[in-house]
């Protein structure tokens, strides 16, 4: 598979997407362009023959769970990580992660962080394969998504990794 090409969000691009890696109802990728055309976040892209395959927000403003923001002030958190699942493990979402630390250490940022699932060690193994340090702070991620059989809350317990950035 060719590398793939990373670059933030276009208006242009979210059609595309939605078709690609599609949020249906809930729009999560409008939600997520309309932050970063509003300086909160950089929603990256990934892209492999012109088609987008993944994607990653860079929340500039913190963490997404107010815990988070309350315990790292000022750390911005990469959020959203997505990669088109026959394409996994192929190298595209630590693209998507080291194009996030670049625009971060770019930025003057000294660390980066982000969250994951407790449920999910193939993801944390990952994280800490890139350099991404155990912080010891568990939290409970809180969203919504509405689906065919209605409106519904997930509350996941996931913890918080740090990667201080030179």
């Known amino acids: 598979m060719p590398e793939p090409l990373i670059r933030p969000a276009r208006e242009s691009d979210i059609a595309a997407l939605e078709r690609h890696l599609p949020t249906g ?5 409008d939600a ?7 300086g909160r ?7 492999v023959h012109g088609e987008p395959i993944g994607h990653a927000s860079v929340l500039w403003d913190g963490g997404h769970a107010e815990a988070v923001r309350t315990r790292y002030p000022g750390c911005p958190e990469i959020n959203a990580l997505a990669v ?3 394409l996994q493990s192929q190298g595209i979402g630590t693209a998507l992660i080291r194009a996030a630390e670049t625009l971060a250490a770019d930025r003057g940022c000294r660390q980066i962080g982000l969250g994951v699932d407790d449920s999910n060690p193939r993801a944390a193994a990952l ?4 350099g991404y340090e155990e912080t010891d702070f568990h939290y409970t991620d809180r969203y919504f998504y509405t689906d065919d059989a209605g409106h519904h809350e997930v509350a996941d317990p996931c913890r918080f990794l740090i990667k201080h950035l030179t």
């Open 41 to 47: 976040s950089t929603f990256l892209l990934a892209f």
């Open 25 to 29: 109802p809930n729009r999560y990728h």
């Open 84 to 86: 088109a699942a026959p």
């Open 127 to 130: 994280y800490r394969r890139l």
């Open 32 to 38: 997520r362009y309309a932050r970063q055309l509003a």
